[in-house]
């Protein structure tokens, strides 16, 4: 696609949803990678009923340290899967105290070496905790870049290079949450609502099948 169709989907999505942002409630980077970890296959409103209580307990990494994870299962028991994500939680934070003295390091590279986070949980982190141009591609950023024709690549990785490429630094962060919000909103995994959707006449999708 050629970047000014996709300035323009950026920019209508923007007028859409004048509100996009995080809906994880964090306020810190370690309590956003906490919630990130938890967010996989969860809703962001079950994490934040979990964290809500979490953090109320546990601020610091060497806070969860003191606690088992039969402990930490039982507390974070209704995000699912939850045997391995307090497993992946205690070890992140085992690595945190360990190696980077209780903070959340600042680059992808040192983000991804944590247990339990990927790709996408870094660039979540970096983009929203510390201002780093990222865009983390979850389900909807996927789908939503794919019907739209912002990418055609067969996976996360390719998708977020695609998006990189075609769009400016300055609005990888924006575009990630506008993307989600517009998959959560309208471009429904499926049954997309394009008869009311903003972009649909710059949108592959819509424009081959209907
Ligand atoms: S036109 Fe349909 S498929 Fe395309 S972005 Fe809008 S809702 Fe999604």
Same mark, same amino acid.
């Given at each position: +696609?050629?970047?000014?169709?996709?300035?323009?989907?950026?920019?209508?999505?923007?007028?859409?949803?004048?509100? =996009?942002? =995080?809906?994880?409630?964090? /306020?810190?980077?370690? !309590?956003?990678?906490? =919630?990130?970890?938890?967010? @996989?296959?969860?809703?962001?409103?079950?994490?934040? $009923?979990?964290? #809500?209580?979490?953090?109320? $307990?546990?601020?610091?990494?060497?806070?969860?340290? #003191?606690?088992?994870?039969?402990?930490? $299962?039982?507390?974070?028991? /209704?995000?699912?899967?939850?045997?391995?994500?307090?497993?992946?939680?205690?070890?992140?934070?085992?690595?945190?105290?360990? !190696?980077?003295?209780? +903070?959340?390091?600042?680059?992808?590279?040192?983000? +991804?070496?944590?247990?339990?986070? &990927?790709?996408?949980? @870094?660039?979540?982190?970096?983009?929203? @905790?510390? &201002?780093?141009?990222?865009? #983390?591609?979850?389900?909807?950023?996927?789908?939503?870049?794919?019907?739209? #024709?912002?990418?055609?690549?067969?996976?996360?990785?390719?998708?977020?290079?695609?998006? +990189?490429?075609?769009?400016? !630094? !300055?609005?990888?962060?924006? /575009?990630?949450?506008?993307?989600?919000?517009?998959?959560?909103?309208?471009?429904?995994?499926?049954?997309?609502?394009? $008869?009311?959707?903003?972009?649909?006449?710059?949108?592959?999708?819509?424009?081959?099948?209907?």
């Amino acid at each position: +696609m050629d970047r000014e169709k996709a300035l323009t989907i950026v920019k209508t999505l923007k007028k859409t949803y004048p509100d =996009a942002k =995080a809906a994880l409630h964090f /306020s810190n980077s370690f !309590e956003l990678l906490i =919630a990130t970890i938890l967010s @996989a296959q969860c809703t962001d409103k079950r994490v934040n $009923e979990v964290t #809500g209580r979490l953090f109320e $307990e546990y601020k610091k990494p060497v806070d969860y340290l #003191g606690i088992s994870q039969q402990q930490l $299962e039982q507390e974070i028991r /209704s995000c699912g899967f939850y045997h391995n994500k307090a497993k992946n939680i205690l070890a992140t934070c085992r690595m945190l105290e360990d !190696e980077f003295s209780g +903070m959340v390091p600042k680059s992808r590279e040192d983000l +991804m070496r944590l247990p339990g986070v &990927g790709r996408k949980t @870094a660039n979540v982190v970096l983009s929203n @905790a510390f &201002g780093v141009p990222a865009i #983390g591609v979850d389900t909807h950023v996927f789908r939503v870049s794919r019907r739209l #024709g912002l990418s055609d690549g067969k996976n996360p990785e390719q998708v977020e290079r695609d998006l +990189m490429d075609v769009l400016p !630094e !300055e609005l990888w962060s924006l /575009s990630h949450h506008l993307l989600i919000f517009h998959g959560r909103n309208i471009c429904h995994s499926r049954r997309p609502q394009c $008869e009311i959707c903003p972009v649909k006449q710059l949108c592959n999708y819509y424009l081959t099948n209907s």
